[in-house]
């Protein structure tokens, strides 16, 4: 993997900020684009923008072959059995919402429950805590290990034949942390649950294979691994999204509709109301084109390098606390004595170094480390070890602002 | 920027605030209790101000959050103990116009140390640091009156 190569596909890299080269760190936040997405979605509406399924017109038919495609290059991307199964949405947030309030709403009553972790992201804790009061069903949670992983003893003990739902994220967005999906899922079909994995931490960055993973729905964004925002992936076995409700009606979703009833499109589009989210679907399909020129494999190995030598580094710096286990995806986060992350993130920021601090969406996993707030440094394809470099510099210099300041 | 400009954020006196913070803690009489967060970020405020007869009396914190936030709050309480409840918010207007880099209305050496904070203008996403308090501050007046 040239990473050079790669570096030169993604313009936004090439520019100064505060009056030093930019090191972007906070991909787990959102993704840079590569150039062959920009130029997807302009060629989109410069050459062939057309609403979908119902153009006779030839723009009409190529911008519904634009958006198909896309679905298809999703199906292969995460090994769906069929494009009836991958739903286009908003994002991880909208996908993780449609299954809680259609799923969850319709399959849920007093009594049953829905397992998840303290580790998930407020969009995998909320939908579940909503459809719990609407349903009368009892939230519970899998507890965490010193290090922030779980132990399937743990899930086994958690997860019982009341368990209706278990939903998990593969990655955490925090820690780091990868969890045994696949595992999980055997335990909960064995009593008779569904398993919901939150793929937004995973999905840029490893190969999915859901048939594998034999999880029930799976839920990504199309902004962190390379696409625009506004797009992202339900997947759903078809057995289960053929018999959901819709979430949201309108345009689009129907089949016939009556004064006083309707019925709805066939999968996927049944979920898909209103017009769809054309040039973001198109554009996420040149970025999974982009990821697999690369390979996911390489991906995944090369931000695993970076995460170790980031702890490595981070490890021989006094006053530094890392939080999360040893074997972590792409993302390292800290503490520095004494001083706030987000004063952390300006001192760094003026050094060019963009890094996230604050609660990352998980006040449940922060009161657990016990912190108000952490600060992150997130890596992706694009990221090298002069980056990494230059972070631990920047962190040197914190300290010692800091130190003087005080 | 450079460190000129990180100087310019953390003067001394921000973080002689932060690290010794001053009304921090609660009151024992009557008082009227404000919490306040900044959810994009987790810095969170208790602010707790005791007002009589339209002056604020007293007035403590106590929170979690950063070198701007922390010290925000105490030179905040510093500022409008013992002033009117019309000139704590008269203040507060002059500090709103300084985090938005207008020049304030009076004589900016009168404002004491709140004046340290004026580099924040510069860091936007940091201004909402700087206000949190005192938005807690005008809640509590408000509902007093």
Known sequence: ?406 | MSFNNLDQLYRQVIMDHYKNPRNKGSLAGEHVTVDMNNPTCGDRIQLQLEVEDGKVVDAKFDGEGCSISMSSASMMTQAIKGKSVEEAVKISGIFSDMMQGKEPEIDIDDLGDIQALQGVAKFPARIKCATLPWKAMEQGVAEKQ
Request: aromatic share 8%.
């Open chain 1, 1 to 406: 993997m040239d990473v050079n190569k790669i570096r030169q596909s993604f313009p936004i890299l090439h520019q100064e900020v505060n009056g030093h080269p930019l090191v972007y760190l906070d991909s787990a936040a959102t993704s840079q684009k590569p150039q062959v997405v920009i130029d997807a979605v302009e060629q989109y509406y410069r050459e062939y923008n057309s609403n979908v399924h119902r153009g006779v017109h030839t723009l009409g038919t190529k911008a519904t072959d634009g958006y198909e495609g896309a679905r298809d290059k999703v199906r292969r991307f995460i090994n769906a059995k069929s494009t009836q199964e991958v739903i286009f949405t908003r994002g991880t947030t909208t996908s993780i919402n449609t299954v809680a309030s259609s799923y969850g709403k319709a399959n849920l009553q007093e009594g049953d429950e829905i397992v998840i972790t303290p580790m998930e992201h407020h969009s995998n804790i909320i939908p579940w805590q909503q459809t719990a009061k609407a349903t009368g069903a009892t939230l519970k949670y899998i507890p965490l290990q010193a290090d922030g992983t779980i132990t399937l003893d743990d899930v086994k003990a958690t997860i019982t034949n009341k368990t209706k739902i278990v939903a998990m994220m593969h990655v955490s967005n925090v820690l780091g942390t990868i969890n045994p999906i696949k595992e999980v899922a055997e335990i909960a079909h064995e009593h008779g649950a569904v398993m919901l994995v939150d793929g937004a931490q995973s999905t840029p960055h490893m190969r999915i294979d859901v048939q594998y993973l034999d999880c029930d729905f799976f839920a990504f964004s199309g902004h962190k691994m390379g696409g625009p925002t506004g797009i992202g992936v339900l997947y759903g076995k078809k057995h289960l999204l053929e018999a959901m409700e819709p979430v949201e009606f309108g345009g689009e979703m129907i089949d016939f509709v009556n004064l006083y009833d309707s019925t709805w499109k066939e999968l996927p589009w049944k979920f898909e109301g209103g017009t769809p989210i054309i040039a973001g679907a198109i554009g996420l399909g040149a970025a999974i084109d982009f990821l697999e020129e690369i390979g996911l494999e390489a991906i995944e190995a090369h931000e695993q390098q970076l995460a170790q030598y980031a702890l490595e580094r981070l490890g021989s710096m006094e006053g530094v606390t890392v939080y999360g286990p040893e074997e972590r995806a792409g993302l390292v986060t800290f503490n520095l004595d004494d001083v706030h992350p987000h004063d952390v993130a300006t001192v760094l920021d003026a050094e060019g170094i963009a890094v996230r601090a604050g609660h990352h969406c998980a006040q449940p996993l922060m009161k657990w480390l016990d912190v108000s707030a952490t600060a992150r440094a997130s890596f992706y394809v694009y990221n090298t070890k002069e980056d990494v470099d230059a972070f631990v510099a920047g962190l040197q210099k914190t300290k010692e602002f800091f130190s003087n300041v005080f």
